[in-house]
C-alpha cells in the first residue's frame, strides 16, 4: 500500500482571508464569528486574518478571484442565500457556488466553500452557530486541511 498524504489542521504561520457577504448580516456576521475562532484555536495570528466585506453572494467569487492574486494562503468563502418568493434565490445561489468553485479550480491557492443556500431563516440561523453547528467554522477547518495538503503536495 502506498502511503497517505492529507493536510493537518495547524493554521500557525499562513495567512487567512475570509471574504464574505453582508447582505444576511445577521446571519453572515455569526459565521464570521465561528471561522475566526477556528483560525485562532488552530493556531492563527489574529494579525495574518484579513476580511474582505462584499455586498452579496454574487459579489463573492468576484472578490475571491482577485484575491487569488494576493499574499493570502487560504481564502474562506461566507454567505447566505436564503429562498425567497421569487426565483431570484437560485439564480444567485447558482452563479455564487459556481464562481466559488471556479475560482477553486483555477488557483494553486486553497479556497473554501462557506456559503448557505437554505429555504427559510430558521436553516440559516440552525447552520450559523446553533444546533446544526456554525458553517464558518467547518469552512476555516477546510481551509487549514487544503493549505496544508497543498504544501505536503509541493
Known sequence: MGKTIQGNLTAAGKKFVIVVSRFNSFICDRLVEGAMDCLLRHGA??????????????????????????????????????????????????????????????????????????????????RAGTKAGNNGTNAALTAIEMVNLFGELN
Open 45 to 126: 495570528a489574529e494579525t495574518d486574518i484579513d476580511i474582505v466585506k462584499v455586498p452579496g453572494a454574487f459579489e463573492l467569487p468576484q472578490a475571491a478571484a482577485r484575491l487569488t492574486k494576493s499574499n493570502y494562503d487560504a481564502i474562506v468563502v461566507l454567505g447566505a442565500v436564503i429562498r425567497g418568493g421569487t426565483p431570484h434565490f437560485d439564480y444567485v445561489s447558482a452563479e455564487a457556488t459556481k464562481g466559488i468553485a471556479q475560482v477553486a479550480m483555477s488557483t494553486d491557492k486553497a479556497v473554501s466553500f462557506g456559503v448557505l443556500t437554505c429555504d427559510t431563516i430558521e436553516q440559516a440561523i440552525e
